[in-house]
């Protein structure tokens, strides 16, 4: 089930940064620690109470600016709002409520999603308490008094928080339909290759737009599978301000990946990978999602009997992290290859869920070992004792050993490549724990 998604919204000033640093604290969900994966802080992973959820910083919201920026990041936090599971709208005591707070709160009545009002900088509720009661003029519920400077309050705020989250409905774990999310840059044809797909797929079970976020879901049947496609197109306004629409992209694709099993990554041919592109593959990469590189407007490219192959190594370079990713080049346009998809998410897809029996894991792992001995440390050798896999989508797997502190980064990465080319795992990320046990060795 996707994570729910809380979006802290508010006019400038009122104290959201702080806010936002004090609830993620150090518990951000960092999962790689390799280059060119995006550590934006624009959002991060965090929980409270056994619920796991997506905290989204915004910009300040001015209505009535008419500086560019500030209306570019009212756009930004629109599109956090649009997305959003849950809005914090947060207030400032000491400057009681003001014209831009009034305008916030009506844009909130306007959409249907729950809203926690949460008033900032009560730092003495003994003295401060009383003022918040003018906060019930927004007409946006209750508020809830707190410090974010001085952490008080947020307890009973986060509990209204959770109050609002999706209850897990068991019957999502029995959906056998494959979620595919098309993301990428604004502009790079991601709609376009929607249509296509719809246009040359006449088996179309219905076309209506989804319950949950601001994407429109396509449902359609190919062989007897059932596929969702997401459109996470969204805001197609230009912007001067390049920061800004790289903010709208990252804020689409962080709730379309959350729904989705396999991410069709589109790349511009005619511009190559982006930093943009980066940061939107390091999201599918950090959630573990199943990914499939498509290089679209292949049509447009000037090409040579080396064009394909240099194409290719710039991609692995650029994206060295998502080297399991498998690459497709197609035209959105013409059609080129596209038909070539299907058959890649559904090869994805089946690799995103494989379960390796332990006893074979088990196998490949002692097989490693023999041909490359696993690190030691003043003499004292790493012991591998034995291994299983404990999830899918994507594959996870425990290593039990005598002392964890002893794996290597890189023998873990050697590991990886051993059962990759044991069983294959294209399209998807493979995740490892390591943990120690004083068992006899297998």
């Not at 459109?231 to 800004?244: C, F, P, Q, V, W």
């Not at 511009?268 to 592109?277: C, H, N």
Request: proline share 4%; charged share 25%.
């Amino acid at each position: 089930m996707p994570k729910p998604i809380v979006a802290i919204v508010g006019r400038p000033n009122v104290g959201k940064s702080t806010l936002f640093n004090r609830i993620v604290g150090e518990r951000i969900a960092i999962v790689d620690d390799k280059p060119g994966i995006t550590r934006d802080r624009l959002y991060a992973d965090t929980d409270w109470l056994s619920h796991n959820f997506t905290l989204i910083d915004t910009g300040g919201l001015d209505p009535d600016s008419e500086d560019q920026l500030n209306t570019h990041v009212f756009r930004q936090a629109q599109a956090a709002i649009e997305n959003a599971d849950v809005v914090l709208f947060l207030t400032d005591v000491k400057s009681g409520i003001v014209d831009a707070d009034m305008q916030v709160a009506d844009m909130l009545r306007k959409v249907a999603k729950p809203v926690v009002l949460a008033v900032n900088k009560v730092d003495n509720p003994t003295r401060e308490n009383n003022e918040i009661y003018e906060f019930y003029e927004l007409g946006i519920g209750d508020p809830i008094a707190i410090s974010a400077g001085q952490a008080l309050g947020l307890g009973d705020m986060l509990d209204e928080v959770v109050k609002y989250f999706p209850a897990q409905q068991e019957e999502e774990e029995e959906d056998t339909r494959i979620k595919v999310a098309i993301v990428g840059k604004p502009n790079v044809g991601k709609s376009s290759l929607i249509n296509k797909i719809l246009g040359e797929d006449r088996m179309i079970v219905s076309d209506i737009p989804g319950t949950t976020r601001d994407a429109v879901d396509t449902y359609l049947t190919r062989d007897g599978q059932e596929y969702v496609f997401i459109d996470t197109a969204g805001l197609r306004k230009k912007s001067r301000i390049k920061e800004n629409v790289e903010r709208y992209s990252i804020l689409r694709t962080l709730a379309a990946v959350e729904r989705c099993d396999v991410c069709v990554l589109l790349i511009d041919a005619e511009e190559g990978v982006t930093e943009q592109d980066t940061k939107i593959a390091g999201i599918a990469h950090e959630r573990g999602r199943a990914a499939i590189i498509a290089v679209n407007k292949w049509d447009k490219v000037e090409k040579d009997t080396k064009t394909m192959k240099e194409f290719t190594q710039n991609l692995e370079r650029d994206l060295s992290y998502m080297a399991y990713a498998p690459k497709l080049f197609i035209s959105a346009l013409t059609g080129q290859r596209v038909h070539k998809l299907y058959e890649l998410i559904f090869a994805t897809y089946q690799n995103h869920a494989m379960r390796i029996s332990t006893g074979v894991l088990n196998d490949v792992i002692i097989e490693a070992t023999a041909m490359h001995s696993p690190p030691t440390d003043k003499g004292r050798p790493l012991r591998i004792y034995y291994a299983t896999q404990v999830s899918v989508k994507p594959p996870t797997f425990v290593l039990f050993v005598n002392n964890s502190k002893l794996m290597h980064f890189s023998y873990i990465r050697y590991l990886e490549n051993k059962i990759r080319e044991a069983f294959g795992f294209s399209g998807t990320p493979v995740h490892f724990i390591v943990r120690n046990r004083k068992d006899t060795p297998l």
